[in-house]
């Protein structure tokens, strides 16, 4: 007879080692002070602005012979061990030459840029993963919101982060950390393959 695991709930105290032992699991979770936290699935237009995202990013990265960036999605980042803070960005940008934060299954350290698309707990974007990412020293920090089709593009100064003007369908996305990238954004939010927009 076998027996299935307890479900993990948001609020669960829990270790970082006791988070890392979980493994692979079919839910996104993070752990913030050392507290669990459960993420909801990801809806479909949520995961097809982050494919996108990451296809215009890939395809600059794909032009160089030694490429200035590597970019991941949905990957396990160990922002800080004494915090006890993983997280599990949409998207994170790793510039060249910092190959030692990489490991095979883990970020362990502090990504360049990290990108979130807000979907239903958006304050938690918008105010805590803001302090959080800022607090552990990511440079940029880009916060694409699918409601209102537009990005808020965040620069780190000093331990707290300046808004540039938030962008909209009209603009294209840029950041001094990859010279020549350029995203039109309407290529991304007006795409005439968009899924219906989540409610």
């Known amino acids: ?12 105290r829990m270790s970082l080692d006791e988070f890392l032992a979980l493994g692979e699991t079919d839910e996104r979770m993070e752990l913030i002070d050392g507290v669990l936290y459960v993420m909801p699935t990801a809806t479909i237009d949520h995961q097809f602005l982050m494919r996108w995202i990451c296809r215009f990013i890939e395809d600059y990265l794909y032009g160089f012979h030694d490429p200035p ?9 160990i922002l800080s061990e004494e915090l006890q803070r ?11 030459g910092r190959d030692d934060i990489r490991s095979v299954r883990h970020v362990e350290g502090v990504p360049d ?29 880009w916060i694409f919101d699918p409601h209102n089709d537009t990005v808020l593009p965040l620069a780190l100064q000093g331990n707290e982060y300046t808004e540039r003007p938030a962008l909209t369908a009209a603009d294209a996305l840029t950041t001094p950390l990859l010279h020549g990238l350029s995203i039109p954004l309407a290529d991304i939010f007006h795409h005439r393959r968009r899924p219906p927009r989540d409610e």
């Open 69 to 77: 960036a590597e970019i991941h999605h949905d990957i396990t980042t």
């Open 1 to 12: 007879m076998t027996t299935s695991k307890p479900k993990l709930r948001t609020g669960t």
């Open 113 to 141: 840029i990290v990108i979130e698309i807000l979907s239903t707990d958006r304050s938690r974007d918008l105010v805590r993963k803001r302090q959080i990412y800022a607090e552990a020293g990511v440079r940029e920090y």
């Open 86 to 96: 993983v997280v599990e960005p949409d998207l994170v940008v790793i510039l060249a």
